[in-house]
């Protein structure tokens, strides 16, 4: 198979690949970050540097058990993967297969990392069980609802329209893992991002295709759903690691996004059109790429630190919003109200007779530019502090 490539594009950064026992370093830290290792996942996996990647996507090999050709109905063939690489003896040659590279996996994440693995129902629900057979804590599944799936031809089954994710932390005891919550939600009209994703397959211009015309790889995945695995689950300058190249759609959208990544990748012609993919992108203006600080992540400030810190002082008088109800500000970090003592949380819950309150937003002061919620006041304190 002949890849096609452009003289227009020859002024390109290259992107290294490697062949199997020559690991390209371009950082000095002993991690191959934006390079190809050309050669068995698992093998390339042992070389790579134990808690030294922040996300794995994996696009595995689907096992797919398919019976003889299949034909639409004006019999033409369906160009479905029949490649050598899909193809296993067994199931059980499947699951050996698949513990061998997800505990490599596992020993290359970061205690904070997370692994997402793609798959049909020919394969992740057999995924799923070696995932948490090995430690893995299963945080989402999610469903890729394609916007143009392949038709069911027979018509004896319903069409195959999706394909699911699995999102899973290193172990149960990861907690700092990177989720951009606010952000995903801002990006939805303020409603919470759901699990269900609805994207097109890869198709058009997107789509690789060999000298011949034809597509060059058989499951390329789009674009956009890889842009919003590493949006939602990575910041800029993290290491992305895809055990299963293909043609590079994780590097591509790594590179255009300010990511990091290393693809390993067994077939050469796959590594091959890869490279010159990724050297044709051109990465988003860092300045766009900007993510705040997460409120959770944001460190805790007493609502004494503002009274020591001079920005309210005692015997200011605090309100909600609609002026229903009023407290006092005292000495040592509590308000009163109603002749009862507590912190502004206990008190802002207790006037409403509630049992949880957020007093950061609940009550609010006169400032310069009227009634402000007390939590601008903890805002400057952070700024402050951060400067």
Known sequence: MRIVRSAANSHKPRIPVSRTGEVTDRTGSGIPVDSILVGDCVTELARLPT?????????????????????????????AV????????????????TRAWLAECRRVLKPNGTLFVIGSYHNIFRVGTALQDLGFW???????????????????????????LIWAARDQNARKYTF???????????????????LPLCTGAERLKDGAGDKLHPTQKPESLL?????????PGDIVLDPFFGTGTTGAVARKLGRHF?????????????????????????????????????????????????????????????????????????IVANGIVGSIHKIGA???GLPACNGWTFWHFGGAKGLEPIDALRAAYRAREAA
């Open 138 to 164: 299963i945080l989402n599944d999610i469903v890729w609802r394609k916007a143009n799936p392949m038709p069911n031809f027979r018509g004896r089954r319903f069409t195959n329209a999706h394909e699911t």
């Open 227 to 235: 842009a919003r695995v590493l949006l939602s689950t990575t910041n």
């Open 350 to 352: 207790l006037v409403q």
């Open 51 to 79: 808690h030294s990647v922040d996300l794995v996507f994996a696009d595995p090999p689907y096992n797919l058990q398919l019976a003889g050709s299949l034909s639409r109905p004006d019999q033409s063939v369906v160009d």
């Open 82 to 97: 029949d490649d050598a690489w899909d193809q296993f003896e067994s199931f059980e040659a499947y699951d050996r297969f």
């Open 262 to 334: 290393i693809g390993l990748e067994r077939e050469e012609t796959y590594a091959e059109a890869a490279r010159a993919r990724i050297a044709n992108v051109e990465p988003v203006s860092p300045d766009l790429l900007f993510q705040p600080t997460a409120k959770r992540e944001e460190p805790r400030v007493a609502f004494a630190s503002l009274i020591d810190g001079g920005y309210i002082a005692p015997g200011t008088a605090l309100t909600d919003a609609k002026k229903r109800h009023s407290a006092i500000v005292r000495p040592d970090g509590q």
């Open 180 to 198: 951009h919550y606010e952000a995903l939600k801002a990006g939805n009209e303020d409603l919470q991002a759901r699990s269900d994703w609805y």
